[in-house]
């Protein structure tokens, strides 16, 4: 006997249709690439969102086809998400800091058919237009008086003029809530980027959970300013997690520096902030020497890589901003863990939630997760037992756009279906992941792992540490040995003997690195991670001292 409730398929629409109705005077404000700060609400948003619908049909865009975007967080790649999406084309949003070459390259396999840029990507559009025949059409996210004359760009137009010759009103249409939504191709470190295709199930399930308390925790009170970018796995699902929610949105812009971002978090009253750690370094830098405090804000999530625990400390102690770390990956739309303590742990002692809050969390409903043995055995919920990360779940990969790289999904000895995250960690006994290493950076050293992220964090700790990354490097007899290569803060000092002694008594013997390499800088991937094979291949002349 089937239930008898309505049919109603989940449509990234109905996100838009919903915050107009519901939460329309609610502001969405912006720092433009123009440098001005731009404000309007939710209902504005639905109308302009409805013109860009209306402008692709126009253009003759059939149901799929793609639609890229090459743009910061801001309120016209907002309505763009909505216009493209809710009209049933895919948004294929790429990310500017992948190479020329990589962005060609990925229009073309996405075959993408339109392109709306920023203009701060105008010299990367100059360089890549001619590579990519798909694209028949150019927005320009400006104002017809701002579209740069002689610029080589071909059928280019501005969006202001684009959406203004479009009627207000829209059907937004009904079809199979599986239909592709969006597409974010994945870095690319090894061999090609691979794009995962979300679709509008799949993106409405996402935004559903990480609205609720135990992960995002937004809601209409909320002011959320996301610094992870729109460009990237859809800003963690963040767009439509507020659009769900009635939360007041804060787009940074191209303005990421600490002093952008804190005028912004203090002007609009901002409660809520995500974003990777790099840039909550950058924030913190400029907290510090300035002496100032944040007003308002109270939680920031923290994730995409390891949270140091000196960060998390800062923001809490210095601060009085609870952070959340989470985990994730383009695979999984990308909210995979969220860390917030269960009721019991928060009778603990400040050092004891510390080292909780330091783990990557707790699954979230929809993910389910394992680790497994080399031999795909399940390992324990000890804390301790680490092993490769498995997981499944209605937001996650089944296979890459176009069958690309085959079929990445592993069967367990029940023949259910798991992917494979490519990371290593352990799961204690409440269900908290920690997440020790990607399996590629594991460093084995006489048969044990060590984690590099516990080593980075440490290393991080010490006052005179900018950034750390640890990596293995060959070892006559015991195979890998760590090594930190660290940049250090501007204006202070310390010696590789002092960081050294520094990690004496804060990790196993053992597990200390036998060297510090001070560096200029750590070489960063296009999300701002480390990128360890770039810090191998510069340290490929570099040997272990022998004592
Ligand atoms: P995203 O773009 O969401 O960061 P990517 O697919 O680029 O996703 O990278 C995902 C990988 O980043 C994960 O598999 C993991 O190795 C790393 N990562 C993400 N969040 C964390 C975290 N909180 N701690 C440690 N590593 C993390």
């Known amino acids: 006997m089937l239930g008898l409730m309505q049919e109603q398929p989940l449509l990234i629409s109905s996100l838009i249709e919903f915050a107009e109705r519901h939460n329309g005077e609610v502001e969405i404000v912006s720092r433009r690439v123009e440098g001005d700060i731009h404000r309007y609400t939710y209902r504005d948003a639905a109308v302009r969102a409805r013109q860009v619908a209306n402008a692709l049909d ?12 090459l743009a910061w967080n801001g309120y016209r790649h907002f309505e763009l998400y909505y216009g493209v999406s809710g009209s049933g084309r895919v948004l294929h949003t790429i990310n500017p800091r992948l190479h020329p070459d990589q962005i060609a390259w990925i229009a073309n396999h996405a075959e993408d058919q339109v392109l709306c840029f ?19 059409h150019y927005i320009a996210l400006c104002a017809p008086d701002k579209l740069p004359a002689d610029s080589g760009v071909p059928n280019l137009t501005s969006y202001e003029s684009w959406i203004a010759a479009q009627s207000t009103q829209y059907q937004w249409p009904t079809f199979d809530e599986n239909s592709a939504s969006s597409m974010c191709y994945t870095s690319g470190t090894t061999g090609n980027p691979k794009a995962a295709l979300y679709s509008h199930r799949s993106s409405t399930l996402h935004a559903y959970a ?6 995002m925790c937004l809601s209409a009170r909320d002011s959320v300013l996301p610094v992870v970018p ?4 859809n800003a963690w699902g963040i767009p439509y997690s507020a659009a769900l ?8 812009g191209p303005a990421m520096d600490g002093k ?4 912004l978090m203090e002007t609009e009253r901002v409660t809520y902030a995500a974003g990777v750690p790099t840039v909550w370094q950058m924030l913190l830098g400029h907290l510090k020497p300035n002496n100032l405090k944040f007003s308002t804000l109270k939680r920031t999530v923290i994730g995409g890589s390891a949270c140091p625990p000196a960060m998390i400390a800062a923001f809490q102690n210095d601060y009085g901003v609870e952070v959340l770390h989470a985990w994730g990956m383009t695979e999984m739309s990308p909210l995979g863990t969220l860390c917030t303590l269960k009721n019991r742990q928060l009778a603990l002692n400040a050092d004891e939630q510390m080292k909780i809050r330091l783990k990557q969390g ?16 399940e390992l324990p919920w000890d804390g301790k037992a680490y092993g490769d990360l498995l997981v499944k779940g209605p937001w996650i990969v089944r296979e890459y756009f176009k069958g690309e790289g085959g ?3 592993i069967k367990d000895e029940h023949g259910v279906q798991w992917f494979p995250t490519g990371d290593v960690g352990t799961i204690d006994a409440d269900g908290f992941l920690q997440i020790t290493d990607r399996s590629k950076d594991v460093i084995k050293s006489g048969g044990e792992w060590i984690s590099s992220i516990e080593i980075e964090n440490i290393a991080m700790a010490h006052p005179a540490v900018a950034m750390a990354a640890c990596v293995g490097m060959a070892h006559p007899k015991w195979d890998e040995r760590p090594i930190v290569a660290v940049v250090k803060r501007v204006g202070m000092d310390v010696s590789v003997a002092e960081l050294l002694k520094f990690y004496e008594g804060k990790t196993a013997k053992w597990q200390i690195p036998d060297d510090v390499v001070f560096v200029d800088a750590i070489p960063l991937g296009a999300t701002g991670k480390m990128l360890k094979t770039r810090l191998r291949e510069q340290l490929k002349d570099y040997k272990l001292p022998t004592t």
Not at 210 to 215: G, H, I, Q, S, T
Not at 230 to 233: G, Q
Not at 362 to 377: L, S
Request: glycine share 6%; proline share 7%.
């Open 118 to 136: 920023d203009l701060s990507f105008l010299p990367l559009v100059q360089a890549v237009h001619s590579r990519c025949p798909t694209i028949k």
């Open 260 to 263: 952008s971002i804190y005028e």
């Open 245 to 252: 929610t009635g939360c007041k949105l804060v787009f940074p």
């Open 58 to 69: 126009a253009l003759g865009l059939a149901f799929s086809d793609r639609v890229a975007t």
């Open 210 to 215: 990480a609205a609720l308390p135990d992960v």
């Open 230 to 233: 729109m460009f990237h796995v």
């Open 407 to 409: 079929n990445p999904l």
């Open 362 to 377: 707790r699954a979230i409903y929809g993910v389910d997760m394992k680790i497994v043995d080399d031999a795909g055995r």
